[in-house]
C-alpha cells in the first residue's frame, strides 16, 4: 500500500507539472502570437492576447485540480486535507469561471445562439 501512495504522489505531482507547463507554454506562445499581429497590424490583438492567455490558464488550473485532488484523496486523505482541497478546488473553480466569463463573454452553461 506504501508502494501505491508513493506512486500517487509521483502522479500527482507531475499532473502538478504539466499544469504549471500549460501555463507557461501558454503564455509564450500568447506571447509570440501578439508579437507577430502586432507586427502585421491584424486589429485588436490586445484582446486575441488575454484570450491565449486566459485559455492557457484555464488548462493549466484543471491539470493543478486533478493533481490536488489525486494527491489529497489518495496520499493523505485526513479531514483536514479534504477542507484544504475543497477550498482549493473551490478558489480555482471560480477562478475557471470568471476566466471563461472574461474570454467568450458568457458563463459555460449558456448556449451560443446561432441564428
Known amino acids: 500500500m506504501e508502494n501505491f501512495r508513493q506512486l500517487m504522489e509521483i502522479i500527482g505531482t507531475a499532473v502538478d507539472g504539466v499544469g504549471v507547463f500549460i501555463v507557461a507554454a501558454g503564455a ?17 490583438y490586445y484582446s486575441s492576447y488575454r484570450q491565449d492567455i486566459g485559455r492557457a490558464i484555464l488548462l493549466g488550473l484543471e491539470f493543478l ?29 471560480f477562478l475557471s469561471l470568471s476566466l471563461q466569463l472574461e474570454i467568450e463573454g458568457r458563463l459555460p452553461w449558456r448556449r451560443v445562439n446561432n441564428g
Not at 509564450?28 to 485588436?44: D, E, F, K, S
Open 28 to 44: 509564450i506562445v500568447a506571447t509570440a502570437r501578439l508579437l507577430v499581429h502586432r507586427t502585421h497590424n491584424t486589429g485588436n
Open 65 to 93: 485540480i486533478a493533481g490536488d485532488i489525486i494527491r489529497t484523496v489518495v496520499v493523505a486523505p485526513t479531514i483536514q486535507n479534504v477542507v484544504v482541497l475543497g477550498l482549493i478546488v473551490l478558489i480555482r473553480t
